[in-house]
């Protein structure tokens, strides 16, 4: 019942933007962390945004994307979105949606429920 279903992944050219969606079903985004990871090839997967349940001002942001990317969610969807800016080549990734327990909120792939990732690439 529990899923995550991610969208808006495409091929950009570097400087360009996308906004990537997440859709959840089977969990209130409102009594979860969510956040927003993404993984290149023979990389580890590397946390990019946390977004828990204490206020905007708390999101936790990746020192990569810091300033470039915006997580948000609409709790009245139950989806949440990346807004992604000034897009780099080394953007370049496979692009994951999750969700945790509030208490394990943290910028780190330890997070319980994943979608199937949605495809970035930015090109020079």
């Known amino acids: 019942q529990e899923q995550l279903v991610e969208s808006g992944g495409a091929s950009v050219e570097a400087g360009g933007s996308l906004r990537l969606s997440c859709s959840v079903s089977?969990?209130?985004?409102?009594?979860?962390?969510v956040g927003w990871f993404r993984q290149a090839p023979g990389k580890e997967r590397e946390g990019l945004v946390t977004?828990?349940?204490?206020?905007?001002?708390?999101?936790r942001y990746a020192d990569s994307v810091k300033g470039r990317f915006t997580g948000s969610k609409d709790s009245a969807k139950n989806t949440l979105y990346l807004q992604m800016n000034s897009l780099k080549p080394e953007d370049t990734a496979m692009y994951y949606c999750a969700a945790v327990s509030t208490d394990r909120c943290r910028l780190t792939p330890t997070f319980r429920l994943w979608g199937q990732g949605t495809q970035v690439t930015v090109s020079s």
């Open positions: 089977g969990v209130s985004i409102r009594v979860v962390c």
């Open positions: 977004m828990g349940t204490d206020g905007t001002i708390n999101y």
